[in-house]
Every structure is written in C-alpha cells, then in structure tokens.
Nanobody
C-alpha cells in the first residue's frame, strides 16, 4: 500500500489549497478514504472521509469549507480547502480508514503534506 500526498504549502488566511493523494497497492475503488491532520504533539484528527460510492463526510470544523472527492480512474483522492484559517495549519495525511469513512482509526496513511495558513 502506498499513499502519496501533495499540494500542501503556505497560504494566507482566506485562501485555498487543493491536496491530492495518489494511491496504489490496494483496490482503491472499493475502499473508503480519509483525510486527517496532525499538529505537533497531538494525534491524528479526522477531517473528512469519502465512501467507495462517493458519499462524503466532514468534521464540523471544516464543514462548508472543505470538499473531498475521488477519481477512481486515477486512484486519487482530493481535498479542496477553501476559506482557510490559521487553525487549519497542520500536516495533512491521506489514510485508509479502519471501517467506515468517518472512522478515527486508520490502517494505512501517507507521509503527509504540510499546510500552513498565515494570519
């Protein structure tokens, strides 16, 4: 299993970023996928998940601002992040959830991509 995130960076408050996660080594189209984030000294926090059928779920803190999507032809999951806030600053990980798309536990995750939002 390999999950490779990209698209992170430095953005001003109110700006946007689009994260991508290229997946390989498993049946991507049959798997729910998640995005989680981590700040220094804390554990992974679930941000969003998408089922194999495309149903999307969001943490309350990002609902209305972030959009998760997937392209099964490209084995890629995306996270469009709009109206970014300084508190969104974290390392963002693509992950295969253990169970449902909203599960806070994961079987696999990538190396992460840093998102920094300046005020």
């Amino acid at each position: 299993v390999q999950l490779v995130e990209s698209g992170g960076g430095l953005v001003q408050s109110g700006g946007s970023l689009r994260l991508s996660c290229a997946a390989s080594g498993f049946s991507f189209s049959s798997s729910a996928m998640s995005w989680a984030r981590q700040v220094p000294g804390k554990g992974l926090v679930w941000v969003s998940g998408i089922t194999s059928g495309g149903s999307a779920y969001y943490a309350e803190s990002v609902k209305g601002r972030f959009t998760i999507s997937r392209d099964n032809a490209k084995n890629t999951v995306y996270l469009q992040m709009n109206s970014l806030k300084p508190e969104d600053t974290a390392v963002y990980f693509c992950a295969i959830p253990r169970g449902k798309a909203w599960s806070p536990e994961y079987n696999y995750w990538g190396q992460g991509t840093q998102v920094t939002v300046s005020s």
